[in-house]
């Protein structure tokens, strides 16, 4: 008897319990033992750091194998200063806890500056507000037209029927505070946003690198597509040692509609997805940066 209870309370955890995608591959991306690292050192891993910090607009260098090798250098100190200025760390030039902490975290796969160039096509530019302000737009401000208010979405091949809501409440996310209408493609209707599960080297020159590191990512106005990476773990809500594919969305569809990176932790925007990260909707700093971008 008891046995059967047991059954049938195990049957009825997993009916109500999240939908969950468990990844095949597991990477990691920077070395913890780097703590503490500064100018003049030299140790293995370091290139890595050089790595993500040029990915992701901090490190501008056009001197060959620069970052390539272990050495700490005045380069390296000086995109550390300007990933701990914007991120509202301690800024040091150091390697410490804090700043390895972040940069371990999962992540979007759009830059958060861009230097006089494009990085996935749409990104966002330095300038004087970067560091003080909050949302940011994609360089040149690309927008939809008011004809593209009302977009049409499709979900490839392969999508997750489980992951198919929580996407859509996204969208209803940013319907709910911004000029923007979103509805399913049916038949051959012309296709404004289509959303993508896919892993790494998957065609648009962007490859994603596996379980962590980069979630996904997406491409703003007039493009809209979204790529959402295989090889992590996903689930739809929150739940422990998993990415919430929800929030994902709503961060990924933030570029689509033409925001950028926000400064602001607690944003949408904010480029850091924390694993277990819990549900909620737009923050203030989402919406004012979207009706900003929209103005009439």
Request: hydrophobic letters at 40%; a negative charge.
């Amino acid at each position: 008897m008891a046995l059967q209870l047991s059954l049938q309370l195990f049957l009825l955890i997993a009916s109500v319990a999240p939908h969950v995608i468990t990844a095949r591959v597991r990477h990691t991306h920077i070395p913890s033992h780097l703590k503490g690292s500064r100018i003049g050192n030299n140790i293995e891993g370091i290139y890595s750091v050089k790595l993500y910090l040029k990915r992701y607009g901090y490190l501008i260098t056009n001197v060959p194998n620069t970052d390539s090798n272990d050495t700490f250098d005045v380069l390296l100190e000086s995109a550390i200063k300007t990933f701990q200025k914007y991120h509202s760390l301690n800024v040091s030039g150091v390697l410490d806890k804090e700043t390895l902490t972040l940069m371990s975290l999962p992540r979007c796969g759009i830059s958060d500056i861009v230097h006089n160039n494009n990085v996935m096509d749409n990104n966002i530019q330095m300038n004087s507000s970067s560091f003080h302000s909050h949302y940011t737009f994609l360089p040149g401000n690309p927008k939809w037209p008011i004809s593209k208010y009302n977009l049409k979405y499709t979900f490839l091949e392969g999508f997750p029927n489980d992951f198919k809501e929580p996407v859509m409440n996204a969208m209803d996310q940013w319907a709910l505070f911004s000029l923007f209408r979103f509805s399913e493609t049916i038949g051959g209707e012309e296709v404004d946003i289509t959303f993508n599960f896919v892993r790494g080297n998957h065609g648009d020159g962007h490859p994603f690198d596996g379980k962590g590191g980069v979630l996904a990512h997406a491409f703003g106005p007039l493009d809209g597509r979204v790529h959402f990476d295989w090889d992590e773990d996903w689930a739809d809500g929150s739940v422990g040692g998993f990415i919430n594919v929800g929030m994902v969305a709503l961060h990924e569809l933030g570029h689509v509609l033409g925001l950028a990176h926000s400064t602001i932790r607690d944003a949408i925007m904010w480029p850091y997805m924390h694993v277990g990260e819990q549900t909620r909707g737009l923050q203030f700093d989402d919406i004012e940066g979207i009706q900003t971008l929209y103005a009439p």
